[in-house]
């Protein structure tokens, strides 16, 4: 028999204290991200900064195929819902756009400044802001807390309008963190400021999935276990609340490099996001 008990719940969420030469990310997104940018601005394919809010952070990046957008696809960050922001994952927009869709890559006010409860709003309002820039079918995708935030979106509390959410046609949530509660345990929630209600509300797993729901649990086989049981973890309840649910764990894949697949329009990460 075997038992499970944490001890450590910093440990358990510590990604670069765990990942070999970790020290290299983030560095290693900024240089293929501005490239990115350039390129497609100097093609006339790159909105820049779009305000979708009030805040000063309340801005989104909306590139564009050659062609007409077959639809939206909306890349959502991570960083524990207090780091980063659109800048570091542009080159991410490579293997959507590939398959003829524009991509959406939303900054929000991160937390301390506001709660998790006020970064999804941010996002529900980001993604209505890319819907009347771009029809057709809309597919969510985020990382790490981004993965929290885009399944949020699906559930049946959702911020989305509900005429944006009735296009939403498939969500991956790639390393997501899907049950806040364990967050309340770790140093990180000094800064987050979750209590139980928070964690009660926000917490797509401990949430209905809004009707015909599609999610896509997405993790590396080198994660964290708690990464590996979180994924695990919305699919098998949602699966039990009528939604359409797969889980995958990439083999050889950490934290870190679980994202690359995006840039590819051949890999199955983006195959898998933009499959009718």
Known sequence: MLEHRITDWDNAYANGANIAASDCWPAAWVEPAQAFRDALSAEGRARLDVAYGDRTRNRLDLFLPAAEPKGLVVFVHGGYWKAFDK??????????????????MPSYTLCPETSIAGIVREIGAAIDKAAELVEGPIMLTGHSAGGHLVSRMVTATTPLAPAVAKRIRHVVSISGVHDLRPMMRTD???????????ALAESPALLRPMDNARITCWVGGGERAEFLRQSALLANIWTGLGATTATVVEPDRHHF???????????????TLVAE
């Not at 990180?188 to 928070?198: F, G, V, Y």
């Not at 994202?259 to 983006?270: C, R």
């Open 257 to 271: 490099s679980i994202i690359d697949g995006l840039a590819d329009p051949g890999h199955a990460l983006t195959r």
């Open 188 to 198: 990180m929630n000094t800064t987050l400021k979750l209590d139980e209600a928070d």
């Open 87 to 104: 800048s570091f994952w542009s080159h991410l927009a490579t293997g959507a756009i590939g398959h003829g869709y524009a991509v959406a």
